[in-house]
């Protein structure tokens, strides 16, 4: 075949669509060889069959396995043709198990009476027309396949199946930013026949897709599209097409002019920072076209794209499966060779993990920027810094970290790049759409929206040096313990991954997503920006503890690091130095840790204004009371 990869296409349907007459056809074009599943089939399978009885699937067993090893076989050398029935999602599992990406499936199908006539018309073969009825039954469409109903002659349907199997991609991409150039050649680089569309924009995005095609040679086998019609028609159906577009307005004209060009069962997926209730609206739209969207959170920026990055899939389970192979292929592999790419959940669960991620990101920049500022109030050179947090790694390790490190080395002259970038930070929006779901949750992640501030609180420049010369403090150079500097560093990472998760598994319930936090944790330990020696920990704490702060192990470390966490941030308070990440992880635990708080104080005074009524401690049974208080 004319692929870089070798396939067994399966030829599947009830008995009766023609799989062998069509298979050997098919094989024969294509000059690879032909095997009918039916001569697989164990003597006391034909003869049960014979006798009239059905199979069920323990008799079905072994001879799927027997199919799964020929075309493991066969694909390790060439392509193959296989006509089975494979009519169960389960047995389409085991015969694709290892070779996922090895596999397509073409249904043949056509009413019960057409297919009655053509069975009736047969001699010699041993699977009687009373059969039918209970295949029919048992069959269920799988969505991934090539779908062809049989009035067509053979002939025509073999030319069809040729044509979209060898002049057609597998896969597509729209948009080729920075992110999307690197999932193409990713993709690409795995063998994956690939089209990808770039719009046309006069004088300013011209020719994008071609010209980039022709920059790496492992896109040589891939298609290059200014033309979105084109595009469309040049990928195998079901259509997977992947977006790579800006978050917002952009995925929705695309999906726009994208939905009168596809066809039922075609799958787009969103692989942008998309707002995961927009995600939902588009799983909706989509829907009502028989089609399917994926919202795939992605992570890593351009290194992990290209190199395999951490996917967060979320949306219609069936759909997944259609995806599953290119997205979990293209992903970062975790200590296990797993790949951190798992199905998340329904609707937009993959696009809320994505941004919940972003959440958790921005504290742990917010923090490391708090450590940097602090050891540089004790006088320290960004040389002497990095070489303090390079001696960290061996106990809180995490790709953050060592970025962190390497951007304090960066010299520039006789002086330090860090020196001279502005202390004004950006933001697109993510860490913002954290804050407003962790409170329209009700969920106290704390740490999200301190980090956010931070950020917001840089941007008024202009103003900070104004008021810094009305409120002009001493010169105190700060003495701090570099070990508690770690421990209150650690302490405080371990706080924002508890309130991230806690925040992931309010959603779950909220939404009704199942969310389970240990795969989360496992497919954030490579490939994405927050993987981490800690997240890994995570893995299997999160099996038995969805609220960190009750594992034993944590308990035992929280009790140890929190008193290096106070000395910390007291001394940063009194030295004037901001650190609203690290101080708001010792209000957090305080409050979290007081068994009776100050909130008795705020429900008397709602009472007392708005007549809100309050609970009593020495009323139990849930009665809400109200006082006049001023009477
Ligand atoms: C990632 C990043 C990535 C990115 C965002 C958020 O996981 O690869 O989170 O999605 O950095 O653009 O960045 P800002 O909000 O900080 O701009």
């Known amino acids: 075949m004319n692929s870089n990869k070798q396939l067994a296409i399966f030829i599947m349907g009830v008995s009766g669509v023609g799989k062998s007459t069509i298979g050997k056809l098919l094989a024969d074009q294509l000059s690879i060889p032909f095997f009918d599943g039916d001569d697989y089939h164990p003597e006391a399978n034909k003869k049960k069959m014979a006798n009239g009885h059905p199979l069920n699937d323990e008799d079905r067993y072994d001879w799927l396995l027997n199919l799964n090893k020929l075309a493991k076989e066969q694909t390790c050398h060439n392509s193959c043709v296989i006509a089975c029935s494979a009519l169960k999602e389960s047995y389409r599992n085991l015969l694709k198990n290892g070779i996922e990406t090895n596999i397509k499936w073409v249904l043949l199908y056509g009413s019960f009476d057409q297919v009655l006539s053509r069975i009736k018309q047969r001699t010699g073969h041993f699977m009687p027309t009373s059969l039918l009825k209970s295949q ?177 899939p979320g949306g219609d389970a069936d759909a997944y499966t259609l995806v599953q192979p290119y997205l979990e292929t293209i992903a970062a592999k975790n200590k296990k060779n797993e790949p951190c790419c798992t199905y998340i959940g329904s609707g937009g669960s993959g696009h809320f993990i994505k941004m919940v991620h972003n959440g958790i990101e921005y504290v742990e920049m917010q923090l490391l920027a708090e450590v940097y500022f602090i050891l540089k109030n004790t006088g320290k050179s960004p040389d002497e810094i990095a070489t303090i947090l390079e001696s960290w790694s061996t106990e809180t390790n995490s790709y953050l970290l060592e970025i962190t490190i390497n951007i304090l080395r960066k010299k520039e002259g006789n002086g330090w790049l860090i020196d001279h ?160 990440c690290l101080s708001e992880a010792v209000n957090f635990l305080n409050g979290y840790s007081t068994a009776n708080s100050s909130a008795n104080i705020i429900q008397a005074q709602r009472d007392y204004f708005g007549a809100h009524t309050y609970q009593r401690v020495d009323d139990m049974s849930g009665t809400f009371h109200h006082t006049n208080w001023e009477e």
Request: with cysteine.
């Open 136 to 312: 029919f039954e048992t069959l269920e469409k799988p969505i991934e396949a090539l779908k062809i109903n049989i009035r067509e002659t053979p002939q025509n349907i073999t030319t069809y199946i040729v044509n979209e199997l060898q002049k057609k991609s597998e896969f597509g991409i729209i948009g080729l930013g920075v992110m999307g150039k690197s999932l193409a050649r990713n993709l690409a680089s795995n063998n994956f026949r690939l089209s990808m569309f770039n719009r046309h924009v006069p004088k300013i995005e011209e020719d994008v897709a071609k010209t980039f095609k022709n920059e790496f040679l492992e896109l040589s086998a891939a298609t290059a599209f200014d033309d979105l019609s084109a595009f469309v028609n040049s990928l195998q159906t079901p259509r997977k097409i992947l977006l790579m577009v800006n978050a917002g307005k952009p995925v929705d004209a695309v999906i726009e002019s994208l939905i009168p060009l596809l066809a039922e069962d075609d799958v787009i997926i969103d692989g942008g920072n998309s707002h995961y209730k927009k995600t939902q609206e588009r799983i909706d739209l989509l829907a009502n076209h028989k089609m399917h969207f994926i919202g795939a959170g992605v992570s890593g920026g351009e290194q992990g794209a290209l190199k395999g990055p951490s996917i967060m």
């Open 421 to 580: 970038i502005l202390d004004t930070s950006g933001n697109k929006g993510t860490g913002n759409w954290t804050t407003i779901a962790t409170a329209e949750l009700g969920m106290p992640s704390t740490l999200i929206p301190a980090s956010l501030f931070a950020r917001y609180l840089s941007a008024f420049k202009e103003e900070r040096i104004e008021i810094s010369q009305v409120y002009t403090s001493e010169n105190k150079e700060l003495a701090i313990d570099e070990r508690e500097l770690l421990n209150a560093y650690h302490l405080a990472r371990i706080v924002n991954h508890h309130q991230g998760f806690r925040l992931l598994s309010q959603a779950s319930v909220a939404y009704d997503w199942h969310l389970n936090l240990s795969e989360i944790a496992s497919i954030w330990t490579n490939g994405c920006i927050i993987r981490s020696t800690l997240m890994e920990a995570l893995i299997d704490i999160l099996k038995k503890d969805d609220n960190l702060l009750l594992n034993d192990t944590l308990v035992s470390q929280v009790k140890t690091l929190k008193p290096s966490l106070n000395t910390i941030v007291s001394q940063c308070i009194l030295g004037d130095v901001p650190i609203p």
